[in-house]
Structures are given as structure tokens and as C-alpha cells.
């Protein structure tokens, strides 16, 4: 009697209308979960605005500003070096005194025919005159008249000529002090006292160096400096005029910055790069001609600068920068034409694609490659973004030019 109770009519109708509320269900509810937007957990670093200092270290030689190599204009013995080898000298400074003698004696026969040349040309003058006189009473000849007169003429020319050999003579005669001709830094002498010396000879006497101000001649690559000078007003805005700094290698950072003076535009065919001079105060002669150093040309600066850390920039088979970034609103956006300008260590400089405030996802991107063919996607942050402030770029940058 159990049994039948049990698998009556009603009872078996029951049991199949439960069974179908329940498969009911199931499918609603199977149907409402395929609609859903998954969500990934991923990380992502939030863009402040920085001023990005643009550097750039070169490789440089120091020079002197001024190189005066002391040769002698006449020939003769050294008498004297009239100054401290390794010294600092001044304009006008005697260095040398070769023998005067024989130059002292051409002067002074110089002065002696000037004065035999004036005696001559008195002489002659006043013939000319005694025939002005002459010739009015007709005591004397015209002709006779005219040649006094070519002969004053000529003693006139004479007086020039042992004028110009005085000159020559006197000119000669204080060569015979060789002098330096600028302010700085004379070295070793190559001669001794007694050593001939002859006028215009290939090996200089001395050398004097103007080391203040002290000139350091950097190389850049043509193309490179080409786009800093495209880029100037646009990208970056340029420095003030004392840009230069020198780091020497032991970390220590010379204390007067320096400018740059001009840019060759010449081109150096071997290298392809162009030289840039930048001039630095150096009254305690700490930088000499020959050094090697680097110093750190400051471009300038970008204002608002968006630093994006390297993994949250990728590429596409295109070749473009992409990123994603993480909504307000949590969906995932997949965004392509990002440009780069330039990079530190652990970041890019994004000049184009990327706004100031705006989260770029920077781990869990394997997750959401989807996304890139325009899928949908939610992200959540399982920790706080991450930031670059101020002091942290500028510590990044320093160390990026060393």
C-alpha cells in the first residue's frame, strides 16, 4: 500500500514540474553569468606631473683659451731667460734678451747716416735757394737752375730712405727683448742662455698658455644635436646660459658651471659628430689643456612631464607604443599611438598618449591581451598606485649621467 502511495499520479506530476522550475533556473542562471565582464587583478602606477630635467653628457678636451708660442723675429745668441719656468707671466713681460750688439751698431750707423742725409739735404736746399736768385738776374741758366732743384728733391728722398733704415734698425734692436704677448702660464723654456737662435725658427723658445678663463671642447653626434635644436621651444624649454657642468671622475662636481660659446658646423667626416665649446672661469687653474673630462650640458627642461615606468609600454606587430590603462570606472583601455622622447633607467618620457592622472597598468598585462582585440575587460588594483615624485626623478636623472 506504501508503494502505490507513492508513485501515484499526482505525486509523479509533482515530482517532474520541480524538476523543470529547477533545470529553469539553472539555465537563467548559467545565461546571466556568460554576460558578466571579468575582471583581472593587476597593478598600476599613477602619472604626476614632473619637471624632467633634459641632460646630456659629452666627452670633452680641455684647451687653453689663448696659446702664444714665443719665437724669436731676429737671430742671435741668448744672454738671458728673464723668467721662472712654470710661472704665470704678464702681456708685455720680458722673456728673453738675445746679444744686442750687432744690432745696437746697425742703429746707431742708421742714426749717422740720417743725420749725413739732413746735412746733405740742407746743403742742397740752400744751393736751390742762392739760384732762385740767381736766376732772376739771369746770372745763372735754367737748366742749372732745374737741377738744384732735382737735386734737393733727391736729398729729401735720401733723409726718407735713412729714416725708414732708423725705423728698421730700432725695430730690429727691441726684438732683441722677446716679450710675452698675453696674459698666463709659461712652461719649460726649449733654449738655454748661449744657445743660436734664429728669426721665424720651427721650434718656439716657450710657450704661454691663458688658462682664465679655460676653454672645453665637447664632441656630440651631427644628428643628435640637429634634433636638440629641432626639439628646443617644442619639446624642452632651453636652459639659461651657464649649462655646463664638470663631474670629475671621482664624483666631485666643479664648482663655477660654464656656457657654451658656439657649435661647429662642420661636420668631422671619420666620427660624425660636431664640437661645441663651452668656456668655465678657472682662477686656480684646477682644469688644464689636455684633460679628458665629461661634463653635463643641461638642454632644458619639460614641463609637465609624463615618466611612465618601462614595463607599462609595449609595442605591436605595427611597431607602435601601446599601453593600458586602468579607468576610473575599472574597465581596462587598450591604447595604441604612444610616443616616446627619451628614457632613464626604469622609465619613458611619454610626450604623446598618456595624461597626467591617468593609471597605467603595469603588472598583469598577460591577463588582459584580450583586451587588444577589443574584448572587455575590468581591472582591479590589489594595492595602492604606485607614484614617482620630484625628488626621486631627479635623484634618477643624476645618476643617469654620471
Known amino acids: 500500500m506504501r ?13 517532474f514540474t520541480s524538476l523543470f522550475l529547477l533545470s529553469g533556473c539553472d539555465n537563467h542562471s548559467s545565461q546571466g553569468g556568460g554576460d558578466q565582464i571579468p575582471t583581472v587583478n593587476v597593478k598600476v602606477f599613477k602619472v604626476n606631473p614632473l619637471t624632467y630635467t633634459l641632460k646630456v653628457p659629452l666627452p670633452a678636451r680641455v684647451v687653453a683659451s689663448q696659446i702664444a708660442e714665443i719665437r724669436p723675429q731676429v737671430g742671435g745668441i741668448i744672454l738671458k731667460r728673464e723668467f721662472a719656468e712654470s710661472s704665470n707671466v704678464k702681456a708685455g713681460q720680458s722673456l728673453y ?4 750688439a750687432i744690432y745696437q751698431a746697425n742703429y746707431d750707423s742708421a742714426i749717422a747716416n740720417l743725420a749725413s742725409s739732413k746735412a746733405n739735404a740742407n746743403i742742397a736746399h740752400l744751393t736751390l735757394k742762392r739760384y732762385a736768385g740767381l736766376l732772376k738776374t739771369k746770372s745763372i741758366s735754367q ?6 732743384a732735382a737735386d734737393a728733391q733727391q736729398a729729401d728722398a735720401a733723409v726718407s730712405v735713412a729714416e725708414a733704415s732708423v725705423h728698421t734698425a730700432k725695430v730690429n734692436l727691441d726684438y732683441t727683448k722677446v716679450y710675452s ?3 698666463g702660464y709659461i712652461g719649460k723654456s726649449n733654449v738655454t742662455e748661449g744657445a743660436l737662435v734664429s728669426a721665424g725658427q720651427s721650434t718656439p723658445l716657450a710657450s704661454v698658455q691663458q688658462l682664465d678663463p679655460i676653454y672645453v671642447d665637447m664632441t656630440e653626434a651631427a644628428t643628435a644635436y640637429n634634433k636638440y635644436l629641432q626639439d628646443k621651444n617644442v619639446i624642452y624649454e632651453p636652459a639659461p646660459k651657464d649649462n655646463v657642468n664638470i663631474i670629475f671622475n671621482d664624483g666631485s662636481k666643479y664648482q663655477y658651471p660654464g656656457y657654451i660659446k658656439f657649435s661647429d658646423m662642420i661636420v668631422n667626416e671619420t666620427t660624425g659628430t660636431v664640437t661645441l665649446r663651452a668656456v668655465f672661469p678657472n ?4 682644469i688644464l689643456p689636455g684633460m679628458f673630462i665629461k661634463p653635463q650640458v643641461t ?3 619639460i614641463k609637465n612631464a609624463v615618466l611612465v615606468p618601462q614595463q607599462g609600454i609595449t609595442s605591436n606587430n605595427k611597431g607602435e607604443y601601446t599601453t593600458k590603462i586602468l579607468n576610473p570606472d575599472n574597465t581596462v583601455e ?3 599611438g604612444i610616443e616616446v622622447y627619451t628614457g632613464i633607467p626604469g622609465y619613458w618620457v611619454v610626450t604623446k598618449g598618456i595624461n597626467v592622472g591617468e593609471q597605467v597598468i603595469v603588472a598583469g598585462l ?11 575587460i575590468n581591472g582591479k588594483a590589489t594595492e595602492e598606485p604606485t607614484t614617482l615624485t620630484q625628488e626621486e626623478l631627479d635623484t634618477l636623472i643624476k645618476n643617469s649621467v654620471k
Open 366 to 376: 598577460l591577463n588582459l591581451s584580450t583586451v587588444e582585440s577589443g574584448g572587455k
Open 143 to 148: 737748366q742749372d737752375y732745374d737741377k738744384a
Open 283 to 286: 682662477p686656480n687653474a684646477q
Open 181 to 183: 704677448p698675453i696674459d
Open 97 to 100: 734678451q738675445i746679444d744686442p
Open 3 to 15: 508503494s502505490k502511495k507513492l508513485f501515484s499520479p499526482i505525486a509523479l506530476t509533482l515530482a
Open 299 to 301: 638642454l632644458g627642461y
Open 334 to 336: 587598450y591604447r595604441t
